[in-house]
């Protein structure tokens, strides 16, 4: 089985406990304006390009005209020879294909920096766009003893199969209404409603991640809409909520990838998170911050 990775590193204890290996996996089935990895949205892969070493001899079929890659060409170009048989600056793919046993022997070899409980953690992109590969993957990594963690949008009707392999379970909400998850995502929220219940009353470790995104689900009426789906919603003793702040740390990749970046100029009011999680206090929800 192959797995398709954009991004390789090591953090520690926010996608997860302690020090871990974090691989994001390629493919995306959600589409948020705010996303600060577009490159990690197409399964296939996203072509990247460098302003400042893109030249006409990047691509050999010429693609390239006046500085710009024309990606109508690259849509028809099944070869892709420009990054598949020559190394350089100007285009470069986001993801690598590995075997899963190619990854946990990358994995075993880290063993020895996961400290304070640490171990590997998926995320992406979204995992489930991988699914039969994470499941192989998560399966071997267990019984090599490393620990577990994933972050997903639980929007998989099959997320329930994961949860005997993994230690920790981490999946983002981003909207408690199904219309308005649409409108601005793309796809229904139901999916992803229907697992928070399921996983939170099954798995004894959950951290639901909710980013605050301005004019999306940054509102009073919003804080009160989260706090009750979170209550009717949320069952497991061990399941905590975290709020993040709305960031533009991947503006610059959405035009590397020849992507529009369509949020508009915003920011979120001071002291907003500390009000998101003053009115959960007073649903019964416990937050955390990582």
Known sequence: MKIRIFQKGFNYSQDGRGNRLVLHLQGCNMHCPWCSNPEGM???????????????????????????????MCISCKEKPCVTKRRQRGIRLSCQE??????????????????E???????????????????????????????RAIECNGSHPGMEELIPCVEQWIMDVKHYDEEVHREWIGVSNEWTLRNLERISAKHPDVLIRVPLIPGFNDSREDAEGFGQLFREKLHGENTRVEFLLYHEYGRDKWAQCGMEYKMKPGHLPPGIREFFEDRMKAYGIVCMRT
Do not use: N
């Open 117 to 147: 409980g640490g171990g590997v953690t998926l995320t992406g992109g979204e995992i489930s766009m991988q699914f039969a590969g994470v499941r192989e993957l998560l399966e071997k990594l267990g019984k090599k003893g490393i620990h």
């Open 42 to 72: 197409p399964l296939e892969g996203a072509l990247l390009t460098q302003k400042e070493w893109l030249d006409e001899s990047c691509c050999p079929k010429g693609a390239v005209r006046e500085g710009l890659l024309c990606r109508q």
């Open 98 to 115: 590995y075997s899963v046993d190619e990854i946990v022997k990358e994995c075993e070899a880290a063993k020895p920096v996961f400290f």
